[in-house]
């Protein structure tokens, strides 16, 4: 499984688990719905920045993410 779709698949999860939507994931993490929603298609690359708003957003360590 390459980076993208272990990142899309444990974003999709820890949300999930917070019973959170994508619109409400990425209000917390300060973005947008639809690059949330890209994310978790694997259709975007995000920078570092992002993953650590996405990480802080859902409260675990950026390792937790990509693992």
Do not use: C
């Not at 272990?6 to 019973?19: D, T, V």
Request: no cysteine.
């Amino acid at each position: 499984m390459d980076i993208r779709a272990r990142l899309a698949k444990n974003l999709r999860r820890l949300r999930q688990a917070k019973g959170w939507s994508q619109e409400e994931f990425a209000f917390e993490a300060g973005l947008h719905r639809t690059y949330v929603s890209d994310l978790e298609r694997e259709a975007r690359n995000p920078s570092i920045s992002i993953i650590d708003k996405l990480a802080g957003a859902l409260g675990v360590k950026i390792g937790e993410l990509l693992d």
